[in-house]
């Protein structure tokens, strides 16, 4: 059975581009645009991992997010990558690192991500 993926990002042009590379190995793949239908599928859907960006309805929705999804029974365990581009776009002089309390994802990649990256890092946290 192919492993499933939700896609929380608001950038319809990037989630196209990840559904077509990610169902073209083999996975199924779920999206939402916001923090709100990303938490209400993630119940829904039970993802095997989720992509999550963190700029949406507003320039920190993504962490709040990850801290969210992970005190519901449902998803709580299931790996989270971060792909974004808050710190190229908000000009942060640092990175971040996942932390089990305040920032609880298993990987954080930096837009523009390349292709063969984001497989490798969904490869990884399905492993």
């Known amino acids: 059975m192919a492993k499933k993926v939700l896609v929380i990002d608001d950038d319809n042009d990037f989630v196209e581009s990840i559904l077509n590379l990610l169902e073209a190995r083999g996975y199924s793949v779920a999206s939402a645009s916001d923090g709100k239908e990303g938490v209400e599928k993630a119940k829904a859907e ?12 507003t320039k920190d929705e993504g962490f709040n997010v990850a801290r969210q999804l992970q005190e519901i029974e449902e998803v709580k365990g299931t790996p989270v990558i971060m792909v974004t581009g808050v ?3 908000m000009s942060l002089p640092f990175g971040f690192e996942p932390d089990q309390t305040w920032l609880p ?22 492993a």
């Open 87 to 89: 710190r190229k776009e």
């Open 105 to 126: 994802v298993k990987q954080i990649l930096e837009k523009p991500v390349k292709p063969e990256t984001l497989l490798n890092a969904v490869s990884e946290a399905l």
């Open 46 to 57: 039970k993802p095997d991992l989720i992509l999550l960006d963190v700029m949406m309805t």
